[in-house]
Each structure stands twice: as structure tokens, then as C-alpha cells.
């Protein structure tokens, strides 16, 4: 499968902070690539670097295989971006602003009109075509700033937090279109702190701290290097300090967090945790009101590596 982008030993300072450190990673074409990290991580520092908008202290970008600079535009006509921050015209209508950000890119009207209209209908907003958009809410806005980086059918399209403060409905609606592209054959860099995204999205995953990469591979892999198991919670009125004692002692127990009318117990990697747990239970006389069972998140494996949470 070929390389879209390659990137070597990336760093990217800012005065005396290192925004990335020696930073690789690489991306395959038709691939949904997550970058996944807490704020301040360095997300958004890569993806302006990569896409030469941020000059860069050290390092090799390549995207389908050739040198990424500032003028490449034989590079940039085929790449789609959504920043951040979202960028449209306030005073131009839906329809309009889609018109020009791919006018940029595509001089017949004819086609364009075919384009602006596929993406309209990418991210369901056929019903706000005339809106301008301060009347658009957070998530409507999300999607009009999507349907600008789409319409001209990049083959990489880069994503950089596109759910932030995005209602449920433009949620799902967002990470559905980003699939539909995907399967039409468009390759996707995609940053998030929600490692739910991630799991639904991504192919594989970079997990990035302090501008560093601190684990990649596919959702699984990745969860494969959580030492834990799987994490059981038990609700109840109350429980007895003995008998928390006694769940402690089970084999396999890693952990256990201790909350008002709640534990929370680590399990190392075995089989049985739950039935001997339930059995424990049943001998002690402990009444529960509710036992879960969770098996590791990208969440967990964040935690393991840098003992802090991927959300602050
Ligand atoms: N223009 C800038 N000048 C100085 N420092 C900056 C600048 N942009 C970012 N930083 C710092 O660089 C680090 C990485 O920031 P970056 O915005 O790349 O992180 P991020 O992972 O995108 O975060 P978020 O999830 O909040 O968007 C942070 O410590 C940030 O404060
Ligand atoms: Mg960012």
C-alpha cells in the first residue's frame, strides 16, 4: 500500500516550548489515520506543520511521496483541510460558501455546482442551502465548515477536531459522513481527544503526549497493551469494610477504587474475574445493585502509559 504522508523526526518550537519532539509517524492511502491526545498534546501543531502552514525546526514531511512545502500547490490541489477553528464567510449564504472554497480549486460552474451539491448532501444541510451562517447553530456550522473542505473531492482531507461542542445529531452525522468519504476512497488524518471517535473511525491510531508518540497501532493492538484486563463496578446501599477487604483478596484483583455506594475493581488478564467476583458476592451476602463489566479503553492504555487521563 503507498505512503500518503511520511513524517520523520517532525520537531516544532515555539520560543523555548518543543510543541513536537522528533515526531514519525506515517499514513497509507485509504486509510482513517486517528491522532488522538489531550489538549496541548500537539495535534493541531502536526497538522499545520504537515500542511506547511507552520514552519517547522527539524524534520521531513512528504505527502504522495513528494516534499511538502509552503508552494507545493501540486500537493495542496488534491488535500482537503478543516482547521480547528471554523472558517466561512458570514456573510455568504451555506450554498455560497461552499461555491467559493471550491471555486478555489475548480473553474467550471458546471461541475462545481454537481460538487457543492454532493457535499450539501454529505453532511445533510439541503435544508439550510439560503442560511447565512450566524443563523446556522455550533454543530450546523461544523458541517457547513466540513462541506468547504470536501466539495472539491480532495484525496487527503485533514481534520482537526471536528466534533468539539458539536450537539449529538451533528455528531453522528459528522463522524457518518467522515466514513462515507472514507469508503469513496478518500485517505483521513483525524485528530480527537474522544478516544470513542477514534474507536469508531480510525484504522490505526497515534497516540500523542507532550508533542511525542507514545503508542500506535489499530484500536485493538493498542488495547492489547493495557495491563488490565477488564474493569468490573459494583453499585450497592451499602458494604461492609470487611467484605471490601475480602473482594481484594480475590485472585487476579489489580486494584480497587473505593467510592461512596460504588467500587471499581482492576482485573489482571485471566479468565473466571467476573464468575469468581458474582460467586464472592453471593457467599458474603453482599447485595448489589448493579455489576458492569468493562473491558480496557484507549483511555485506560493512556493512563497506564502517562498516569493522567486522556480528558482534563
Ligand atoms: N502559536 C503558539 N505559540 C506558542 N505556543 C503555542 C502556539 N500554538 C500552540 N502552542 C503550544 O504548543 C502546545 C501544543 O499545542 P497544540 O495546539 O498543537 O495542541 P493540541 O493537541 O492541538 O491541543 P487542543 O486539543 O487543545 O487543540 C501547547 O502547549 C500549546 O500551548
Ligand atoms: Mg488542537
Known sequence: ?????????????????????????????????????????????????????????????????????????????????????????????????????????????????????EAIKVVGLEKYKTFTPPKLSGGLLRRLNIACGIAHKPKLLFLDEPTVAVDPQSRNNILESIKKLNQQGTTIIYTTHYMEEVEFLCDRVLIIDHGKSVAEGTVEQLKKQATIDEKIEVEFDEIAENKIAKIKKLPNVKDVLVEPQKITI???????????????????????????????????????????????
Open 1 to 117: 500500500m503507498n505512503k500518503v504522508i511520511e513524517v520523520e523526526n517532525l520537531t516544532k518550537r515555539y520560543g523555548n516550548l518543543t510543541a513536537l519532539n522528533k515526531f514519525s509517524f506515517s499514513v497509507k492511502e485509504g486509510e482513517i489515520f486517528g491522532l488522538l491526545g489531550p489538549n496541548g498534546s500537539g495535534k493541531t501543531t502536526a497538522i499545520n506543520s504537515i500542511l506547511g502552514l507552520l514552519k517547522i525546526n527539524e524534520g521531513k514531511i512528504q505527502i504522495f511521496g513528494k516534499q511538502m512545502q509552503p508552494d507545493a500547490y501540486d500537493i495542496k490541489k488534491d488535500i482537503g483541510v478543516i482547521l480547528q477553528n471554523v472558517a466561512v464567510f458570514d456573510s455568504l449564504t451555506v450554498y455560497e460558501n461552499i461555491d467559493y472554497f471550491c471555486g478555489l480549486y475548480v473553474a467550471n460552474k458546471e461541475t462545481r455546482k454537481k460538487l457543492v451539491n
Open 266 to 312: 482492576y482485573f489482571a488478564k485471566e479468565n473466571q474475574n467476573m464468575t469468581k467476583l458474582l460467586e464472592l458476592l453471593k457467599k458474603e451476602d453482599i447485595k448489589a445493585n448493579a455489576v458492569n463489566l468493562q473491558k480496557p479503553t484507549l483511555n485506560d492504555v493512556f493512563l497506564e502509559i502517562t498516569g493522567r487521563e486522556l480528558r482534563d
